[in-house]
Structure formats: structure tokens, C-alpha cells
């Protein structure tokens, strides 16, 4: 079976070094001594100032919009998204107010945000998606203007530079995702970072319950993670440029062998992550019939992202976003992952150049 990714595990005998090491300190969770190493590994080599390990990306975003004290208002954001971006707005009683997406890279398109600004935005949400930069001075600008708080989704974002600074470093907030199927993962897992002390602050207390010993600060609720799970987080992160080298040569060989094929626009100053390899058909009907033909092979490559978001049956109110919509029937990720083998990228090469 291929799937379109394949977690990457680390040599099992690191792993249980530092399980050993639990079994020494027995602490579990509660931020302990190795979630403390991981988080300031990661600071380190995210160059970022404040991080947050949490229990995974989703809460990380409910955390973001709740430490910037986001309530009950309408958040500007993509519709071309996995799922979370979205139901992480709709769980704190927020209403997303989509924004279409550029036809290039799928990330928000700018010029058209101004427009969708009431009394009632409090914010803006995009995604860095599938790793591609957002047009963060257009966002900045438009935030500064209206006083907005930015929030970025930086799930797929690892380990990306953008005009030689790491993507996740920008906004008010950026979120990661550090699930299984990521670049990076921790099993399950995610981070909030900032570089603000006092949203750093919030976040602290938030994720624990909102209190400090016996004193009740604030509103809170658990986004921990645990010892075990820094454990592989601190296990794999030896491993991430070596695995990021591996991606970009799949990459290349895709590049090489489909050269017919729609393909995103990468911006010109950006170091990739490879998380993603994604390409667009010319029709829905061209798209499932490739699907088809692979899952025939035991090839399941995935239909990131499908549904466009502003289409989610349980939403408020019906909001058109026409490129989003077309994008997400046309588009699929092949399989990319370290160890995926040459012989099976062609197999995958030579169906969908059949195809089309
Ligand atoms: C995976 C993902 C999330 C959610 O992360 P989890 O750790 O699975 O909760 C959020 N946003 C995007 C864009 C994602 O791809």
C-alpha cells in the first residue's frame, strides 16, 4: 500500500533513550524536563521567540484565537484549507467570512479581503497551505489599517524560510500541526508561537486551565502534550533536514517526469519543505479517473483540499468563492515521503501520463 504519506519513525533505540529517561524522572506530563528540551530545540530551529508544545493543531488554534482575545466576531479566512482551519473558527463561536484564494498558490488572495471587512472582523486567518507562503505584507498592511489580529496556520508550514526568515514568525500567532501524517510530527502534537511576551503569557496560562497553583487567573483549558510524545518529537527532529532532502529529490523526479501536468506556482524567495506535492486536473472527471486507476495499484494518494471550505454543509450562510471551488474538484497530492521508492513514483508517473 502507498498512501500519500508514510510517517517517518526514528531509530527505535533512540526513542527509547529518552523513554528510559522518563522511566528516571517519572514525570509523564506537566510540562516536563522533555517537552521543556523540545520546545526550546524547536525555538532554536524555527528561530522563533516563544513556543508552545500543545496537544495537537487544532486546539493550537482555538488557543491562538482565544488568547488574542477573539470572541464572537467574524474572522477573514481561506476557504481552501483542511477542515480544522474552519471548525476551529465555528467551535469558538466565531463565523468565517471566506476570502477566495490566489489560482497560483492557493493561498488568500489579498485583494480581495479589503472588501469583506465590517464592524464585526476581529481578525484574519490564512494559511500558509501546503507550505506556500502567504502575501504577509499585503496582510500586514491591510491588519494595521483596520486593527486586526493575524493568525496563521502554519500546519504545513515546518521548517519553511520566506525571504530567509522562518515562515512560522510571522502574525500575531502562528499554529503548527505536529500529527502523525505532518512533515514533523510528535505523534500527535502541535505548537502556538509568538513573539509577543504577553500573548506568550496568556498561552501559558490557557493551555493549563488558567491557574498557577492555587491561584485562578483567567479562563483556561488542557492543551498540554505529554513526556511521551516530546520523546518522539525530540526522536525525529535529528532526522527533519535529511527527510526534507529526500522529499525535494521526489519532488524533482515528479517535476521531471510530469512536465504536462498544471502544477502550483512556488513564490521566488521561498525555501520549501516539500510536504506536499500536489497537481491539478484538467476536470473533476480526469481527477477521479487518475484516483481510480491508482487505488487499483494500492495507490491512495489524497484529495488535499476537497471540499472547498465555504461549501461545508453546516454552515451559517451560503459564501461563494469560484476559484477555491474549481481548484479543490482538480486537485490531489501524490504520495511523497522518505523511502518512497523510485520504481513506484514512476508506476504512479506512467498512469497519469497515460491518462492525460
Ligand atoms: C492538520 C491540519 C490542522 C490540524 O492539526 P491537528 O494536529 O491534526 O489537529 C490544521 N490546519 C491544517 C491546515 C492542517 O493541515
Known amino acids: 500500500m502507498i498512501y500519500v504519506t508514510k510517517s517517518f519513525l ?15 524522572t517519572n514525570q509523564i506530563t506537566n510540562q516536563g524536563p522533555l517537552l521543556k528540551e523540545l520546545e526550546n530545540k524547536l525555538k ?47 467551535w469558538e463561536r466565531c463565523s468565517p467570512v471566506f476570502v477566495d484564494i490566489e489560482p497560483d498558490n492557493f493561498t ?14 476581529k481578525a484574519i486567518l490564512a494559511v500558509h497551505v501546503f507550505g506556500y507562503a502567504c502575501d504577509i505584507d499585503g496582510i500586514q498592511k ?13 500546519a504545513h508550514a515546518f521548517s519553511v524560510k520566506y525571504k530567509g526568515k522562518s515562515l512560522l514568525d510571522y502574525g500575531d500567532i502562528t499554529t503548527c500541526s505536529f500529527h502523525a501524517t505532518k512533515l514533523f510530527h510528535t505523534v500527535e502534537g502541535g505548537c502556538c508561537i509568538t513573539k509577543d ?17 492555587d491561584i485562578h487567573k483567567q479562563l483556561g483549558i488542557n492543551a498540554k502534550n ?25 519532488s524533482k523526479l515528479y517535476d521531471k517526469l510530469l512536465p504536462e501536468i498544471q502544477k502550483p506556482k512556488k513564490q521566488e524567495n521561498l525555501e520549501y519543505n516539500y510536504a506536499y506535492y500536489p497537481v491539478i486536473f484538467k476536470n473533476e472527471k480526469q481527477l477521479l479517473n487518475v484516483i481510480s486507476r491508482l487505488n487499483k495499484e494500492n495507490i491512495f494518494p489524497r484529495r488535499y483540499f476537497y471540499p472547498s ?30 523511502g518512497l521508492e523510485n520504481k513506484n513514483i514512476e508506476k504512479i508517473i506512467k498512469i497519469i501520463n497515460r491518462i492525460i
Not at 521567540?49 to 495537537?56: G, Q, T, V
Not at 504577553?198 to 498557577?212: I, P, Q, S, V, W
Not at 461549501?311 to 476559484?323: A, D, H, I
Request: glycine share 4%; net charge positive; with cysteine.
Open 197 to 213: 511576551k504577553k500573548t506568550n503569557d496568556k498561552l501559558e496560562l490557557a493551555k493549563r486551565f488558567g491557574h498557577n497553583g
Open 309 to 338: 471550505l465555504n461549501t461545508l454543509p453546516y454552515l451559517m450562510k451560503k459564501q461563494n468563492c469560484s476559484v477555491s471551488e474549481n481548484i479543490s474538484k482538480r486537485i490531489v497530492c501524490l504520495p511523497i515521503y522518505a
Open 44 to 90: 532554536k530551529y524555527l528561530h522563533v521567540k516563544y513556543l508552545h508544545f500543545l496537544s495537537n493543531g487544532t486546539v493550537a488554534l482555538q488557543l491562538a484565537l482565544d488568547a488574542l482575545n477573539i470572541k464572537n466576531g467574524e474572522i477573514i479566512t481561506t476557504p481552501f484549507s483542511y477542515v480544522a482551519t474552519t471548525s476551529s473558527i465555528l
Open 108 to 121: 488568500i488572495d489579498v485583494s480581495q479581503i479589503e472588501k469583506k471587512i465590517t464592524k464585526k472582523t
Open 142 to 154: 491591510i491588519a494595521k489599517k483596520y486593527n486586526l489580529k493575524v493568525i496563521y496556520d502554519g
Open 10 to 24: 526514528p531509530p527505535v533505540k533512540l526513542y527509547k533513550k529518552y523513554i528510559d529517561n522518563i522511566w528516571k
Open 226 to 250: 505529554s513526556e511521551f510524545h516530546a520523546a518522539m518529537g525530540l526522536s525525529n527532529l535529528p532526522f527533519i533536514d535529511k527527510i526534507i532532502n529526500e522529499r525535494k529529490k521526489i
